[in-house]
């Protein structure tokens, strides 16, 4: 069953510091992995789209990393601000001959205070 | 370039009755798909349409139902509300045939309240 697990589940930090945040999927066959933001009320932001072959990518503070082969993806966040509060959703893409369906994990909310 | 446009932005419904929501994609995109968003259940597919033509189709009853038209456009309608179709209904565009590793941009939602 293809899945999308993402960890922890929320998260609370001080403005300035880092976090990094899991996805672990078990999904085939495998297309690209997405990172959005999603702010309360909106619709998902993209961040960064990954393929097999890339290992890292960056979007200003957000450097997020993809380990094709344990399936685990990782964003980390750079010197946080209070705009940086929001949800975080990983996303794998499977392409099959039905076209491309969408895996969402259920998200992970950040907490970012002063 | 304009964005995703999702109407209404919120609409409240009674149990039993059905309601349609609108999606105008990106100019250009041809590829529509639909998301239901809960607080328990997270981001959930509906369906995708691609040139008028439902292509994909997630785990919901029949209910749930869309459409696109020629201009790209879509819709989809719920009918027979539940309680428990309360969320934020989101959809998404993109330019991709059948590749993948096109971006999708979401529109901003429509918040339904089922009452």
């Known amino acids: 069953k293809n899945q999308v697990e993402q960890s922890p589940q929320s998260l609370i930090i001080l403005e300035g510091k880092n976090c990094t945040l899991q996805?672990?999927?078990?999904?085939?066959?495998?297309?690209?992995l997405r990172w959005y933001k999603q702010d309360t009320g909106r619709g998902p932001v993209s961040l960064t789209i990954?393929?097999?072959?890339?290992n890292t990518k960056s979007n200003g503070r957000y450097t997020a990393t993809l380990d094709a082969d344990t399936k685990q993806s990782s964003l980390h966040i750079t010197a946080s601000q209070l705009s940086d509060s929001a949800s975080y959703i990983c996303?794998?893409?499977?392409?099959?001959?039905?076209?491309?369906?969408?895996?969402f994990g259920k998200g992970t909310t950040l907490s970012v205070s002063s | 370039k304009a964005g995703v446009t999702q109407t209404p932005r919120y609409l409240i419904k009674t149990r039993g009755q059905q309601v349609t929501l609108s999606c105008s994609p990106i100019?250009?995109?041809?590829?529509v798909s639909w998301y239901q968003q809960t607080p328990g259940q997270g981001l959930q597919f509906l369906f995708e349409?691609?040139?008028?033509?439902?292509?994909n189709k997630g785990n919901f009853p029949g209910r749930f139902s869309g459409r696109q038209f020629s201009n790209s456009r879509s819709e989809m309608n719920v009918s027979t509300l539940e309680l428990g179709d309360s969320a934020l209904y989101l959809c998404?565009?993109?330019?991709?045939?059948?590749?993948?590793?096109?971006?999708?941009?979401f529109g901003s939602g429509t918040r339904l309240t089922v009452v």
């Open positions: 998404a565009s993109s330019s991709s045939g059948r590749r993948a590793n096109y971006g999708y941009t």
């Open positions: 996805c672990n999927y078990t999904v085939s066959p495998f297309s690209n």
């Open positions: 990954m393929t097999f072959s890339e």
């Open positions: 996303v794998v893409s499977v392409s099959g001959q039905a076209g491309t369906a969408l895996i």
């Open positions: 100019s250009g995109h041809r590829s």
């Open positions: 349409y691609f040139s008028e033509t439902q292509r």
